[in-house]
């Protein structure tokens, strides 16, 4: 089946620097999600991308889907406390019934 | 903006107990889901369920564990005789009819502690 892996696992900043967090698939996909959980929260979703090349934006927070539908990446601009979290790219099934298949994710902790 | 709804946040139960997790999903979605997160793991699927009935469920889901959609607006998770490695955070997901791949909306979950 299909398999996506996360990097890194764990990412600290300082607030106001840059992250990025990559998801990488061993075959192609028919789209990616990008999720957020809070410290404490559930997941929350962030985006869809479904076309090769893909690149949207949601105020400081820029994914893109790679040419080749098999990686995907979520970067945050000038990253405020707010951020914190962890951020995951969940493996849908493949089947009809759209389970997602949730890894580590990246860790993503601001220091003020 | 419709969200998932759960109840309860919070449930303290003792080893052997029977205990029933409520979701009510988002009211056009037909589509759901359970997913549960031990404390600094990783969220993991338990169940999905269309059309009245179970369509996928994991290793997790065995027969201590049953699903059941009661009415039009009700999902619960039901753990007939509940152990200690039970204890997790239990999230409801619901998702749109047209599209299962698509967004999966997740409730705030249930906490739930086995004793």
């Known amino acids: 089946g299909q398999q996506v892996m996360q990097i890194p696992q764990?990412?600290?900043?300082?607030?106001?620097?840059?992250?990025?967090?990559?998801?990488?698939?061993?075959?192609?996909?028919?789209?990616?999600?990008?999720?957020?959980?809070?410290?404490?929260?559930?997941?929350?979703?962030?985006?869809?991308?479904?076309?090769?090349?893909?690149?949207?934006?949601?105020?400081?927070?820029?994914?893109?889907?790679?040419?080749?539908?098999?990686?995907?990446?979520?970067?945050?601009?000038?990253?405020?406390?707010?951020?914190?979290?962890?951020?995951?790219?969940?493996?849908a099934g493949g089947t009809s019934y759209g389970k997602l298949t949730f890894g580590q994710g990246t860790i993503l902790t601001v220091h003020p | 903006e419709p969200e998932v709804t759960q109840t309860p946040s919070h449930q303290v139960t003792q080893m052997g107990q029977e205990v029933i997790l409520r979701c009510v999903p988002i009211s056009n979605h037909l589509y759901f889901y359970w997913y549960r997160q031990i404390l600094g793991q990783k969220v993991?699927?338990?169940?999905?369920?269309?059309?009245?009935?179970?369509?996928?469920?994991?290793?997790?889901?065995?027969?201590?564990?049953?699903?059941?959609?009661?009415?039009?607006?009700?999902?619960?998770?039901?753990?007939?005789?509940?152990k200690l490695e039970d204890s997790a955070m239990y999230f409801c997901a619901s998702s749109d009819y047209r599209l299962a791949s698509e967004t999966q909306y997740f409730g705030p979950g249930t906490r739930l502690l086995v004793l």
């Open chain 1, 10 to 91: 764990y990412q600290h900043v300082q607030e106001g620097e840059d992250f990025t967090t990559y998801c990488n698939s061993s075959t192609t996909l028919s789209n990616i999600q990008w999720y957020k959980q809070r410290p404490g929260g559930h997941p929350v979703f962030l985006i869809q991308l479904v076309k090769s090349g893909e690149v949207k934006k949601q105020k400081r927070l820029t994914f893109q889907f790679g040419e080749a539908k098999k990686n995907s990446s979520l970067h945050i601009t000038a990253t405020q406390t707010t951020d914190v979290g962890t951020y995951f790219c969940p493996n």
């Open chain 2, 44 to 82: 993991e699927f338990l169940v999905s369920f269309y059309n009245n009935e179970i369509s996928e469920k994991s290793e997790i889901f065995d027969d201590q564990f049953s699903v059941e959609r009661p009415d039009g607006s009700n999902f619960t998770l039901k753990i007939r005789s509940t």
